[in-house]
T-cell receptor, first 117, second 110 residues
Framework: EPEVTQTPSHQVTQMGQEVILRCVPI?????FYWYRQILGQKVEFLVS????????KSEIFDDQFSVERPDGSNFTLKIRSTKLEDSAMYFC???????????????FGEGSWLTVV | DAKTTQPTSMDCAEGRAANLPCNHS???????VYWYRQIHSQGPQYIIH???NNETNEMASLIITEDRKSSTLILPHATLRDTAVYYC???????????FGTGTRLTVIP
């Protein structure tokens, strides 16, 4: 079964450093997402991406965050200058637009655990 | 998206059916009911979804009341590996994102 894959599974970084989290969405999907989950809290939407541009973003997704699809398979989340409060599990997800025969259920990766020290 | 209400936690004996309720009294006509689960901080795993008819797949069954104001996810023979947080999410098809609540923490007891 196709799946969303994420790397790294765990990263420790110094406060103020830049971090890039990588994702390979399901191959025929066109919508890509990033969510995060701070330890013990809810899963929160960050951003959605379609047709090479951001289609929606939450209040959390401020200027410190950016997303990119650098090639035909990868989707990345960059945090420019990490803060302690960025420590969280970051989930990538993907799906297709409504009306596709494969449906438009959103599928999630296993997550990248970011620890900022 | 309509708000959902779920019990905070439930227990179920291994091998028995787990019935997880969800209230979504403000659901609108074009909103679907989706169920996901999250096992021990892994990524949310899709289980099933439906609009108004009952649905069944290899993982679970979804029973939606006729007025669509509530639904029940049924795991027919719960195993220890079904211990997880289960999220009931109401959303329009084609919505750009999912809003996760706090879900129901299901503990399957040996």
């Amino acid at each position: 079964e196709p799946e969303v894959t994420q790397t790294p599974s765990h990263q420790v970084t110094q406060m103020g450093q830049e971090v890039i989290l990588r994702c390979v969405p399901i191959s025929n999907h066109l919508y890509f997402y990033w969510y995060r989950q701070i330890l013990g809290q809810k899963v929160e939407f960050l951003v959605s991406f379609y047709n090479n541009e951001i289609s929606e973003k939450s209040e959390i997704f401020d200027d410190q965050f950016s997303v990119e699809r650098p090639d035909g398979s990868n989707f990345t989340l960059k945090i420019r200058s990490t803060k302690l409060e960025d420590s969280a599990m970051y989930f990538c997800a993907s799906n297709n637009p409504p009306g596709w025969s494969s449906g438009n259920t959103i599928y999630f990766g296993e997550g990248s655990w970011l620890t900022v020290v | 998206d309509a708000k959902t209400t779920q019990p905070t936690s439930m227990d179920c004996a291994e091998g028995r059916a787990a019935n997880l309720p969800c209230n979504h009294s403000t659901i609108s006509g074009n909103e679907y009911v989706y169920w996901y689960r999250q096992i021990h901080s892994q990524g949310p795993q899709y289980i099933i979804h439906g609009l108004k008819n009952n649905e069944t797949n290899e993982m679970a069954s979804l029973i939606i009341t006729e007025d669509r104001k509530s639904s029940t996810l049924i795991l027919p023979h719960a195993t220890l590996r079904d211990t997880a947080v289960y999220y009931c999410i109401v959303t329009q098809t084609g919505a750009n994102n999912l809003f996760f609540g706090t879900g129901t923490r299901l503990t399957v007891i040996p």
